[in-house]
């Protein structure tokens, strides 16, 4: 290879031709090194932060073709910028050929710096041979202009610039690793910077390699025909072009994939900090993202994989432990236009980690409504079944070891009270006052916080049934007359004589009168009258409990019916209480689908409750023959000669025989001549009232053992008046007579035991509670008792019994067990107890109390219907 071909190693010769730079021009380079230089970076961050190989590829061979195109936009322009005394020309072989030079420096680049991992030695090896290129890039574009000139180059010049090619190339490698760290604004100034550097080394070699040229003319110059050349009047369209293209093309793009790659990793980081897990599919059932909630708990990875995969991965089961057969899995099934809300589930992993989880799925739409894929979410509840577990465990402590013990206390005082077990000082009796009201408060603050536990957690049981209103209403007035005398008011009933059939759980119902009812007594003046009244309204019934009190502080009504919620004004506070009932009143009402609210005024507050009215009848209840004793003869006490017969027609229709008596002296004589299953009993008689005559016939002999039946306008006052006596009678029916609860009350007619008194079987394991029931029914029945289910068992099969009382928690199994056991001996079963009665098993039972809410009162009324 002859050197002098290539190096003017001699003297500059005198006819080298001399030029000048344009000042414009020579900025214009400038400027767009600086551009492509941003854009090298900028795609450099875009090509490092890109995971997929396909698209890796795409941005390397778009990224070198866009550096490429500018670093050589710059050298072409610097050339131009260049003027000689003569006209130039660019031959098109060797100006393509730098052009592919420079893109194939940049794919370099962009090769090496698309690596995590890198070596110092690496690094600089590939900024040697970039910078190679670079500079080949350089003289095979000065090739091209040899059509016009010789060109020779300074051999210090020239290895100089291939060494500042060399050295732009490392410093732009090192500068390119470092320009996507930091915050957005920092990336930018950072680039920027680097920017502005990089275009000077660039131009620093363009034009070192420029002054290293010696330009002589050709001696003989001409061009051939067939040659391709580049003339300068096309200079600008060419910068333009590669100008806008590396803008447009290369930054735009890169900025706008920046964005979309920030909001996926914005997504991602957001799927990827849920606690629940989600899967998720394209159309075709290709699993396309797995959040690292549900990932970590893989065995493997199943991006890729397909749905019918899953079952490699996982098994699902219902909350019976029933395996999910493949193609009714979640995913799948939500693949197929499926919703699901709220599924639970039992998920088992691979690596034997099991989970309680609810799911949710549906299908991922586009805003066309063209499906895309599906998705699932997996909540998983295994901590919160847990602190429900927890929960549950310690509200049956509180029920059974915090209740029982209280109930007994709440029972031995009201027996002490009410002077059953003898007169007490004042001093006495006042202490055992206190201790009884404040024992009452402190039941009802843990009935109602676990009354409130149940509704929140949504197990508060609901037995729905056809009702009366105005029944429910009267019962729940008769309940609260004690309470009212308390608090010197009285009751004044508002309502038509007509039913109100609803559709509710009466002892829910029940419940909220009492609530509302107990609370307009406690603030009513003493004096004054609670108006309870019920009507319809267009489809609904009303039932409002108005007190005569003081107003409701405006502040205090929005959160009346909070949890916890009192008045602080001094004449509401200290009126006892929880400030509970009103939230569960309103949470019952409301899942009965009726409406609770107040209306409150300086001289009145009335609270009330709207129900949806149903068209049924009430009482639709029918009794064949076999299940009423046919054989009884029974005889009616009236004096209303049309009702006695329209009643005997009624009752011989049922194959019953039936005998009239119209006076009180009738009716002695002829239950003197002639044995009778019953005495159907008028309490307004001509001759002599009822309740003198009930007496009479308890204290003869030869009439002691008759059962009587009720029938009377005044049945309710009767019955309050004869007060003990009342759980002799077998059932207090108010007219107009309802004939089929008249042949109710006739089959609970019972054979009585020889002294007079029912048997009642007590299957309790708290001696306590069984010595209290003994005191509390002494003189109205004989009380055996059962510790347990295998005791109580032996105790029905030797004898018959009126009437079985049951508790549920009991030292050898659940109470309910014995429920269906039960049923064979046809006699009433009342379940008293701290546990709710399921409602699977209420069709096995006459009645159910809950020990810690029920009053002597009420368990003594309970039981005198039920017997």
């Not at 002639?674 to 309490?683: F, P, R, S, T, V």
Request: aromatic share 8%.
């Amino acid at each position: 290879m002859n050197l002098g071909n290539w190096f003017q190693l001699d003297t500059i010769p005198n006819n080298a031709i001399s030029g000048h730079y344009d000042i414009k021009l020579v900025i214009l380079s400038y400027i767009i090194a600086v551009l492509a230089s941003y854009v090298a970076l900028d795609l450099v961050g875009s090509l490092r932060a890109e995971r997929r190989k396909r698209a890796r590829i795409f941005w390397l061979i778009g990224g070198a073709i866009a550096m490429g195109l500018g670093i050589w936009s710059m050298h072409f322009v610097g050339m131009m910028a260049f003027i000689m005394p003569m006209p130039m020309r660019y031959e098109f072989t060797w100006t393509a050929a730098s052009l592919l030079a420079a893109i194939l420096a940049s794919a370099l680049a962009l090769f090496i710096l698309q690596k995590k991992n890198y070596s110092l030695i690496h690094l600089g090896l590939g900024g040697i041979i970039i910078g190679l290129a670079i500079a080949t890039m350089h003289y095979m574009g000065m090739e091209g202009m040899k059509t016009h000139v010789n060109i020779h180059y300074l051999p210090g010049l020239f290895v100089l610039s291939i060494i500042i090619a060399i050295v732009a190339a490392e410093a732009a490698l090192w500068l390119a690793l470092r320009s996507n760290k930091g915050t957005n604004r920092q990336q930018f100034h950072f680039k920027l910077v680097s920017a502005l550097i990089m275009g000077v080394a660039i131009c620093g070699m363009h034009y070192t390699g420029m002054e290293a040229s010696v330009f002589t003319p050709l001696t003989t110059h001409h061009m051939f025909s067939g040659m391709q050349i580049i003339t300068t009047n096309y200079l600008p369209f060419f910068v333009a072009g590669t100008t806008i293209l590396i803008l447009i093309l290369a930054l735009t793009t890169s900025t706008y994939k920046k964005m979309i790659s920030n909001e996926k990793e914005f997504l991602k980081a957001m799927l990827n900090n849920l606690e629940d897990g989600i899967i998720a599919c394209n159309s075709m059932g290709k699993i396309t993202m797995v959040n690292d909630s549900l990932n970590k708990k893989m065995s493997s990875n199943i991006i890729g994989k397909y749905v019918d995969d899953l079952p490699k991965h996982f098994s699902m089961y219902s909350v019976n432990n029933e395996k999910i057969l493949d193609e009714k899995l979640p995913l799948k099934r939500v693949l197929k236009g499926e919703k699901i809300q709220e599924l639970p589930l039992l998920i088992k992993f691979n690596n034997n980690l099991v989970n309680d989880v609810v799911i949710d799925g549906q299908e991922i739409l586009n805003a066309s409504g063209k499906r895309l894929g599906a998705l699932t979410v997996i909540h998983d509840v295994t901590e919160l079944k847990r602190t429900e577990k927890l929960k549950k465990e310690f509200v049956s402590i509180v029920s059974h070891e915090l209740r029982t013990p209280l109930t007994s206390i709440r029972g031995s005082l009201g027996l002490l009270v009410s002077g059953v077990m003898g007169g007490f000082s004042d001093k006495a009796k006042k202490l055992l006052e206190i201790a009884n009201n404040n024992c009452e408060r402190l039941l009802l603050l843990i009935n109602d916080i676990l009354d409130i536990e149940k509704i929140e957690a949504g197990k508060m049981e609901f037995q729905l049934i056809e009702a009366d209103l105005q029944t429910l209403v009267n019962e729940a007035v008769e309940s609260n007359k004690m309470y009212a005398e308390k608090y010197g008011v009285k009751f004044n009933l508002l309502s038509p004589d007509e039913s109100f059939p609803i559709q509710v759980d009466p002892d829910r119902l029940i419940q909220v009168l009492n609530n509302l009812i107990s609370n307009a007594c406690k603030f009513s003046e003493k004096g004054n009258k609670v108006e309870i009244s019920i009507q319809k309204q267009n489809g609904i019934v009303r039932c409002s409990v108005s007190n005569y009190g003081p107003e409701i502080p405006i502040e205090f009504r929005p959160r009346i019916f909070q949890k916890f919620s009192q008045a602080d004004a001094s004449n509401t506070r200290g009126k006892s209480g929880t400030g509970l009932g009103l939230n569960i009143s309103k949470a019952i009402i409301e899942k009965l689908g009726g409406q609770i609210n107040f209306a409150s005024t300086p001289e009145k507050t009335t609270f009330y409750f709207d129900l949806p009215l149903i068209q049924s009848p009430v009482c639709d209840t029918s009794f064949s023959n076999e299940e009423i004793f046919a054989d009884k003869k029974l005889l009616i006490c009236e004096d209303d000669e049309d009702q006695a017969n329209y009643l005997k027609v009624l009752l011989e229709s049922a194959g019953y025989v039936a005998n009239i008596a119209h006076t009180a002296k009738e009716a002695k004589k002829l239950l003197t001549s002639n044995h009778y299953e019953a005495l159907l009993l008028d309490l307004v008689l001509p001759d002599q009232d009822g309740v003198s005559f009930i007496r009479e016939l308890r204290s003869n002999r030869e009439t002691k053992d008759i059962q009587i039946i009720v029938l009377s306008v005044m049945a309710q006052t009767g019955r309050t008046l004869l007060n003990g006596d009342a759980i002799r009678v077998v059932d207090w029916l108010d007219k107009p007579i309802d004939f089929n609860k008249l042949l109710t009350a006739i089959s609970k007619i019972k054979n009585i035991d020889s002294n007079n008194k029912p048997n009642i079987l007590y299957i309790e394991d708290n001696h306590d509670q069984q010595h209290l029931m003994t005191v509390l029914l002494n003189k109205h029945a004989n009380i055996m008792t059962a510790d347990n289910l295998r005791e109580a068992k032996e105790m029905l099969q030797q004898r018959r019994y009126d009437l079985v009382i049951l508790d549920l928690l009991l030292p050898d199994g659940n109470g309910v067990d014995i429920l269906p056991w039960l049923a064979k001996y046809h006699f009433p079963v009342l379940v008293l107890s701290n546990l709710e009665l399921s409602q699977d098993y209420a069709k096995y039972v006459s009645d159910a109390l809950i020990k810690s809410k029920s009053s002597n009162e009420v368990l003594l009324k309970t039981i005198a219907n039920l017997l």
